[in-house]
């Protein structure tokens, strides 16, 4: 059998686990121990990122056409692949650890939602808060001003349940009122 049909069921494995990536980022990995490496793909695994080691020559086939072509410049010795189909920042917050606590393993490049991304610019993307984290935040930002009607309100009922409507105005309505309109106290 040709060596060109004994490798195209790995370009094919390559081409199907990019289709519907959301990142790919390759990695220089050479270094590391075996116990790094099984702590590294067992956290990738985790996260739902593919880690796998593939010929340079078989990742350029599988990336023609593709947005992932990017990364052909790159391809050159030792490289391991990550495609990350959930979150497409997983696999770069991984990488960056790694790259910081292990000088022998380098982030070489990746392409995230279509957009290339140089080593420098991966390591930025993974300082990002995840997409949960976000949409938490934004839902503080807009439960904020909510929350504080709730408590005024809430501490206006309290106020005329306990003295009456004279003392439920309360001091910042007070204050803001010019002093001929003010309630007379009684």
Do not use: W
Not at 158 to 175: H, I, L
Request: charged fraction near 25%; proline fraction near 5%.
């Amino acid at each position: 059998m040709p060596k060109v049909e004994l490798k195209q069921p790995i370009v094919d494995e390559i081409s199907k686990s990019i289709k519907d990536a959301k990142s790919a980022m390759i990695v220089q990995y050479l270094g590391l121990t075996v116990e790094q490496d099984t702590a590294l793909r067992k956290e990738l695994r985790e996260a739902g990122v593919t880690y796998k080691v593939y010929k340079n020559t078989l990742m350029k086939r599988a990336f023609e056409g593709t947005d992932f072509a990017q990364l052909d410049q790159h391809l050159e010795g030792p490289n391991a692949l990550a495609v990350s189909v959930q979150d497409p920042i997983a696999p770069a917050k991984i990488f960056a650890k790694y790259a910081k606590n292990y000088k022998v393993f380098n982030i070489v490049g990746g392409v995230v939602d279509g957009q290339y991304y140089d080593a420098d610019q991966i390591a930025v993307l993974a300082t990002v808060p995840s997409r949960e984290v976000l949409l938490g935040r934004l839902l503080g930002s807009f439960m904020a001003p909510v929350s504080s009607f709730a408590r005024v309100i809430k501490q206006i009922a309290e106020k005329q349940a306990e003295g009456g409507a004279a003392e439920a105005v309360p001091a910042e309505a007070a204050a803001e009122a010019p002093a001929a309109e003010a309630p007379a106290a009684e």
